[in-house]
Each structure stands twice: as C-alpha cells, then as structure tokens.
C-alpha cells in the first residue's frame, strides 16, 4: 500500500556530501521501519541505514559514522545525509518502507 520516491542523488567528487530525501506516501508515524538500501552489481539489496517509528537509527558497518538518517514527520519524508563520500559508495540508493514494494531509487556517483 506504501510508496516511496527518493530523490537527491547526484555526482560528487570524493569526500563530498549529499542529502537523499524519500517522500513517503502515508504517515510515517505509523510506519514502524523504514529502510535505506543500496545497489550494485555485487550486492542487489544491502541496508544502509534504518529508522524506526520511534526515531530509532542503525547503520551498518560500512557507514562508518558518514551517514545520518532523519525523519521529518510533518514532511512525510525520511532523509539520509551522506557526508565524506567515497568512491565504493557509488550505488543506486532506494528507500522503503517495512512491507512497501521498491521505488525507482536515485543514483550516486563518487569519482574524481
């Protein structure tokens, strides 16, 4: 029943930021997870990040303290901000919602 698109991707050179943001359609407050998640040829599905209803973040272990997720519930909208980006972060990112299908996602790309 849940959507999400994601937006905010772009180019940067390496060490640069960006924020992604994921509008949500429904109120999130009553979504108990949403999920940050990346894509490459290697790893179709890997989470990057998590936010519980509750406010509730966990990173996994690559992020090494560079990303924070955020939620405005008012916005409807989840937000990862991506801070020192490194070229191996060059993916496709996508949000989803627990048990919402896959939105189109917004693309990354970290090179000189």
């Known amino acids: 029943q849940l959507q999400a698109v994601e937006s905010g991707g772009g180019s940067v050179q390496p060490g640069g930021s960006l924020t992604l943001s994921c509008t949500i359609s429904?109120?999130?407050?009553?979504?108990?997870?949403v999920a940050w998640y990346r894509h490459t040829r290697e790893r179709t599905h890997e989470v990057v990040a998590t936010?519980?209803?509750?406010?509730?973040?966990k990173y996994s272990d690559f992020v090494g303290g560079r990303y924070t997720v955020s939620r405005d519930i008012i916005k409807n909208t989840v937000y990862l901000r991506m801070n020192d980006l490194r070229p191996e972060d060059t993916a496709a990112y996508s949000c989803?919602?627990?048990?919402?299908?896959w939105g189109p996602g917004t693309q990354v790309t970290v090179s000189s």
């Open positions: 989803k919602p627990a048990d919402a299908s």
């Open positions: 429904g109120d999130i407050s009553e979504i108990y997870l």
């Open positions: 936010i519980t209803k509750f406010g509730g973040t």
